[in-house]
């Protein structure tokens, strides 16, 4: 069984990367391998040990670019020199009048409200009578086949309010980090806006957001706690709660996308594991016959790695290639058809296999910098701003045994208008929480 030859060697990778990492499962190199063996765990336990297979071709196509990865990676994270007294730093907070986090509050209700009211006349026009238990369905196929959209305006202060809920969340998970007490009035306004930013967000019709978000507060929760209690590299003990913390934390996810494949009519009669391998495990089943279909297509450099980028530019007037939306279906067995393939199946299309070896070495080389500026200059890495950016780059790396969204999302007007947002409002209601630690120590 090649995937379980696969599954033993991302394990391997995973202890590699948790000895030079001190145990932190939250890395880029960590992430890596923890994405791509959960997609293969779930293909194997879908398929069974006599079911569908990948080959071993496949299998060294994997190993080798998660290679390339970890070995830039460590030159990367190398490059960064840690600063004295880098160690002795606080967490920033954010502190916001009441009266102010209101007004913001409503602000956001009412932009929800706005895009809520919009989504349903969009998805009225592929079914005049569609209400609100079923329109994210038709709003859905209306932005996919007849090009709808919130109109300019409402889309920029939908992400804006986006952004807006990401900054609250960074408010929760400090206070809970540092056990600051906030008064009752506020906590209220703080989980509103929460729930409003996943309602608002919903109305997109997408579920990645969720991924985002959970990665958000992941990388915010993870290395907060580690500046506030001074510790620089974790035990064994500590490893294996946090894995357990994740799975539960992968379980709810899926629980939560299950539930919005139900409104959004996406995932229909699927069970919960079939639902669970067409969006994970299926991947690595589409890789294996995608790979060795692989012929040059004359395509625009790097138009589906680069999709949110060429889009963006498109909207500032500049006209790029930029018409690879959706990926083709392919048909995985058991009457199942999936249009993932990981990130590996993007990078050989867009620039063929020796640019796959290129762009594992970059990506790994820029996140080995940005990881390695986190762990040695928190001081500077720890701002709002820094872990916000940085959680954008590692929901990418968390998505690539599944799909490419390192460069394909991370340059997308969505992303670059909520960025500004959370940037100026951490800008004008961030400061220090705590004093400096005394000491630099080990987890429990």
């Given at each position: 069984m090649n995937v379980l030859f696969l599954i033993i060697l991302m394990a391997l990778l995973l202890l590699v990367a948790l000895i030079i990492d001190g145990g932190d499962l939250v890395s880029p190199m960590s992430l890596t391998a923890i994405s791509f063996l959960f997609s293969s765990l779930v293909a194997l336990m879908h398929n069974g040990f006599g079911g569908i297979d990948i080959s071993f071709d496949t299998v060294f196509f994997v190993f080798s670019s998660i290679v390339f990865f970890y070995i830039f990676c460590c030159i990367g994270k190398a490059s960064i020199r840690s600063r004295i007294g880098s160690t002795d730093t606080r967490v920033w907070t954010i502190s916001i009048h009441t009266y102010v986090l209101a007004i913001l509050v409503i602000a956001q209700a009412i932009i929800a409200v706005l895009t809520i009211r919009a989504t349903l006349q969009i998805a009225q026009t592929v079914n005049a009578n569609s209400d609100y238990s079923d329109m994210l369905f038709y709003s859905r196929n209306a932005y996919l086949f007849n090009n709808a959209s919130l109109g300019p305006i409402l889309s920029v202060l939908t992400l804006a309010a986006q952004g807006f809920g990401y900054f609250i969340t960074y408010q929760v998970v400090s206070d809970f980090i540092t056990h600051r007490k906030e008064s009752r009035m506020v906590i209220t306004l703080?989980?509103?806006?929460?729930?409003?930013?996943?309602?608002?967000?919903?109305?997109?019709?997408?579920?990645?957001?969720?991924?985002?978000?959970?990665?958000?507060?992941?990388?915010?929760?993870?290395?907060?706690?580690?500046?506030?209690?001074?510790?620089?590299?974790?035990r064994f003990s500590s490893v294996l709660k946090i894995l357990f913390l994740f799975f539960c934390a992968i379980?709810?996810?899926?629980?939560?996308?299950?539930?919005?494949?139900?409104?959004?009519?996406?995932?229909?009669?699927?069970?919960?594991?079939?639902?669970?391998?067409?969006?994970?495990?299926?991947?690595?089943?589409?890789?294996?016959?995608?790979?060795?279909?692989?012929?040059?297509d004359g395509r625009f450099f790097g138009e589906e790695s680069f999709f949110g980028l060429y889009h963006t530019l498109n909207t500032l007037g500049i006209s790029v290639p930029n018409n690879i939306f959706h990926l083709p279906m392919m048909d995985i067995g058991n009457g199942m058809q999936t249009n993932i393939y990981t990130s590996l199946r993007t990078y050989l299309y867009d620039f063929g296999p020796v640019g796959v070896a290129i762009t594992q070495a970059?990506?790994?080389?820029?996140?080995?910098?940005?990881?390695?500026?986190?762990?040695?200059?928190?001081?500077?890495?720890?701002?709002?701003?820094?872990?916000?950016?940085?959680?954008?780059?590692?929901?990418?790396?968390?998505?690539?045994?599944?799909?490419?969204?390192?460069?394909?999302?991370?340059?997308?007007?969505?992303?670059?208008?909520?960025?500004?947002?959370?940037?100026?409002?951490?800008?004008?209601?961030?400061?220090?929480?705590?004093?400096?630690?005394?000491?630099?120590?080990?987890?429990?």
């Open positions: 703080d989980f509103a806006s929460i729930a409003i930013f996943f309602i608002s967000s919903s109305m997109g019709t997408g579920r990645t957001f969720l991924i985002k978000w959970v990665v958000f507060v992941a990388i915010v929760a993870f290395y907060l706690y580690m500046v506030n209690n001074a510790i620089i590299s974790f379980a709810a996810y899926f629980l939560l996308f299950q539930l919005l494949g139900y409104l959004t009519m996406k995932t229909g009669v699927m069970s919960g594991t079939d639902m669970l391998y067409s969006y994970s495990g299926a991947s690595l089943i589409a890789l294996d016959k995608a790979v060795p279909a692989y012929a040059y970059c990506i790994g080389y820029g996140t080995g910098l940005l990881y390695g500026a986190l762990r040695k200059r928190p001081r500077t890495s720890m701002h709002p701003i820094y872990l916000f950016f940085y959680s954008l780059v590692i929901y990418g790396l968390a998505m690539q045994g599944i799909e490419e969204m390192l460069l394909r999302d991370l340059l997308t007007v969505s992303n670059i208008i909520s960025f500004i947002v959370f940037a100026v409002l951490v800008l004008m209601f961030s400061n220090h929480a705590n004093e400096p630690g005394a000491t630099v120590g080990c987890a429990k």
